[in-house]
């Protein structure tokens, strides 16, 4: 076994032995490689270094009460990975790539995979980019797909307790018919000054509201909002937000458990009728909210008022983390357990 603190793991890069790495050239992908090195060589003129042309995912794999490898719905990463290809004009990885990079860096990897009971996990990075010379404005003819992994603890360090954070007016992360629905690393680049604000004046992250007219609930930082009202599990729908897989996975789960999903435009002013709001996404599952402050408009609106996350949004991260680890059956088939 490797010396770590597990359950005191950050969320943040971890160094571990290998990766793996598939070039596209010539009009078709190569072999699935290993690699120990931390570094890429790339062309200085890569399309991903002066146009964008760069999209990741992240998703995870969790050590179960079994003692097995489950890997959660990559299926739908390997989905939306193809679909930002698409979106920017990259070649997509074929499935049977993204599939066998995926086990293979997991499983080279194998004792970086937390313990069962630490609250960690590994964490899974596929990253596309053009790696081709382009000075004119145009796709890159050659790109490379690699994948890292590295042990993290919750992406908040507050993990499962409520956390504070701010409206901004007055940044857009993404444009309305722009690339909000892509994994691109330029829409966390259009997120950066007003995350660094709003971690300046004390809050987790910023909630976005729609480009457009500024009168609904688009995205909460890197991850997707939802407000439970009732019975009722109710989440944005909006061009300009990145569909979660986590929060899909809620749908469903709330659903199974009787509550009514609704995804449609939230008013910003709705945040008054909601019993408990949060953000979800891979790296937090959920992260509760207890106060939401409008910058501009000094509007606050406050939930939790034990300092407790709501029973549904327990419930809801109780029994997702359960799949997950294994404890509970994996009745919509979500894991894929590696050997
Ligand atoms: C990745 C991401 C999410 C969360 O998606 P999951 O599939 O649940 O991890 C939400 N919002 C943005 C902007 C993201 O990039």
Same mark, same amino acid.
């Given at each position: 076994?490797?010396?770590?603190?597990?359950?005191?793991?950050?969320?943040?890069?971890?160094?571990?032995?290998?990766?793996?790495?598939?070039?596209?050239?010539?009009?078709?992908?190569?072999?699935?490689?290993?690699?120990?090195?931390?570094?890429?060589?790339?062309?200085?003129?890569?399309?991903?270094?002066?146009?964008?042309?760069?999209?990741?995912?992240?998703?995870?794999?969790?050590?179960?009460?079994?003692?097995?490898?489950?890997?959660?719905?990559?299926?739908?990463?390997?989905?939306?990975?193809?679909?930002?290809?698409?979106?920017?004009?990259?070649?997509?990885?074929?499935?049977?790539?993204?599939?066998?990079?995926?086990?293979?860096?997991?499983?080279?990897?194998?004792?970086?995979?937390?313990?069962?009971?630490?609250?960690?996990?590994? !964490?899974?990075?596929? *990253?596309?980019? +053009?790696?081709? /010379?382009?000075?004119?404005?145009?796709? &890159?003819?050659? #790109? @490379?797909?690699?994948?890292?992994?590295?042990?993290?603890?919750?992406?908040?360090?507050?993990?499962?307790?409520?956390?504070?954070?701010?409206?901004?007016?007055?940044?857009?992360?993404?444009?309305?018919?722009?690339?909000?629905?892509?994994?691109?690393?330029?829409? !966390?680049?259009?997120? *950066?000054?007003? +995350?660094?604000? /709003?971690?300046?004046?004390?809050?987790? &992250?910023?909630? #976005? @509201?729609?480009?457009?007219?500024?009168?609904?609930?688009?995205?909460?930082?890197?991850?997707?909002?939802?407000?439970?009202?009732?019975?009722?599990?109710?989440?944005?729908?909006?061009?300009?937000?990145?569909?979660?897989?986590?929060?899909?996975?809620?749908?469903?789960?709330?659903?199974?458990?009787?509550?009514?999903?609704?995804?449609?435009?939230?008013?910003?002013?709705?945040?008054?009728?909601?019993?408990?709001?949060?953000?979800?996404?891979?790296?937090?599952?959920?992260?509760?909210?207890?106060?939401?402050?409008?910058?501009?408009?000094?509007?606050?609106?406050?939930?939790?008022?034990?300092?407790?996350?709501?029973?549904?949004?327990?419930?809801?991260?109780?029994?997702?983390?359960?799949?997950?680890?294994?404890?509970?059956?994996?009745?919509?088939?979500?894991?894929?357990?590696?050997?």
């Amino acid at each position: 076994m490797i010396d770590i603190e597990w359950s005191k793991l950050p969320f943040a890069y971890f160094k571990t032995d290998y990766n793996v790495r598939t070039y596209f050239r010539d009009g078709k992908w190569g072999e699935v490689e290993l690699s120990s090195s931390e570094y890429i060589n790339i062309h200085m003129a890569a399309s991903s270094l002066h146009y964008g042309q760069e999209a990741f995912e992240g998703l995870k794999a969790f050590r179960g009460s079994d003692g097995k490898i489950r890997v959660f719905r990559w299926e739908e990463n390997f989905k939306r990975m193809e679909t930002t290809a698409h979106g920017i004009v990259m070649q997509p990885v074929p499935m049977s790539i993204f599939r066998e990079s995926l086990l293979k860096v997991v499983k080279m990897n194998e004792k970086y995979i937390p313990p069962f009971g630490t609250g960690a996990s590994l !964490y899974i990075r596929p *990253l596309l980019i +053009g790696s081709g /010379a382009c000075v004119g404005v145009k796709p &890159a003819d050659e #790109y @490379l797909f690699l994948v890292f992994v590295g042990p993290v603890g919750p992406y908040f360090k507050e993990g499962f307790s409520p956390v504070n954070i701010q409206i901004a007016r007055d940044v857009d992360r993404a444009a309305p018919l722009g690339t909000g629905a892509f994994k691109v690393g330029g829409n !966390y680049a259009a997120s *950066l000054s007003s +995350g660094e604000r /709003a971690h300046h004046d004390g809050y987790a &992250a910023c909630l #976005y @509201l729609d480009p457009k007219e500024k009168r609904f609930i688009d995205e909460c930082g890197p991850a997707n909002f939802f407000g439970i009202k009732g019975n009722t599990y109710v989440t944005p729908l909006s061009t300009s937000i990145l569909p979660s897989i986590t929060n899909k996975s809620l749908m469903t789960l709330a659903e199974d458990m009787g509550l009514k999903v609704e995804r449609r435009p939230v008013a910003v002013e709705e945040l008054a009728e909601f019993d408990e709001v949060g953000a979800c996404g891979t790296a937090a599952v959920i992260s509760p909210i207890k106060l939401i402050q409008d910058r501009e408009l000094g509007t606050v609106y406050n939930y939790c008022k034990d300092g407790k996350a709501g029973p549904v949004s327990t419930k809801l991260y109780n029994r997702l983390r359960a799949i997950q680890y294994g404890e509970e059956a994996d009745k919509f088939n979500w894991n894929t357990i590696i050997e």
